[in-house]
């Protein structure tokens, strides 16, 4: 099983639709977790930090469910500049130092 | 947020010879740094990680004596790829950690690497 696992996609979706990624993770000890967005040959780029009470940046929304081990991405109101990959990160500690394993990503277009 | 630049941002090379591949943390002090690889339409891999001034703690699988990482200071880490080959061929990214900002990565623009 993988540590991370997410729908690779791709979700194609109209502008201006609500769309929702979830992603699983293996390890109970994972401590941090994290959204990322990549666009094509570019670095992924950090959307936000996800916490366990839930946190919200304008349109986008992440949920935490540590009991089942996966974390959401909600995006409202999508536009055409939200196309990318978007990348589901877990931290957590090992051997003194930690790790950051990254899903293989969920692939959005946002059609017009 | 935080700057890392990474140099070459591409570099093409003949099967056998070795690539050096910068990442320099510009407007922070990356007590740690990551190098990850990644190939087309695949996820980003870690392998290794470095503490400044001690050796870099690698992935299961990851050659250490294939891929040499030297993290000698707390703004330049430095992966070379020695003899490299076209399997070697991908996406290399840096990130650095800052002291202070535990648990964010602020990454590299990547190193597009080509063997011949």
Known sequence: RKEVEQDPGP?????????????TYSNSASQS???YRQDCRKEPKLLMSVYSSGNEDGR?????????????LLIRDSKLSDSATYLCVVN?????TYKYIFGTGTR????? | ??????HPSWVICKSGTSVKIECRSLDFQATTMFWY?????QSLMLMATSNEGSKATYEQGVEKDKFLINHASLTLSTLTVTSAHPEDSSFYICSGEARGFYNEQFFGPGTRLTVL
Do not use: D, H, M
């Not at chain 1, 959005?108 to 017009?112: F, G, P, S």
């Open chain 1, 33 to 35: 977790f994290f959204w």
């Open chain 1, 60 to 72: 986008f929304t992440a949920q935490l469910n540590r009991a089942s081990q996966y974390i959401s």
């Open chain 1, 92 to 96: 957590y500690p090992t051997s003194g």
């Open chain 1, 11 to 23: 979700f194609n979706v109209p502008e201006g639709a609500t769309v929702a990624f979830n992603c």
């Open chain 2, 37 to 41: 690889r990644q190939f087309p339409k």
């Open chain 1, 108 to 112: 959005l277009k946002v059609l017009a």
């Open chain 2, 1 to 6: 947020g935080a700057v890392v630049s990474q």
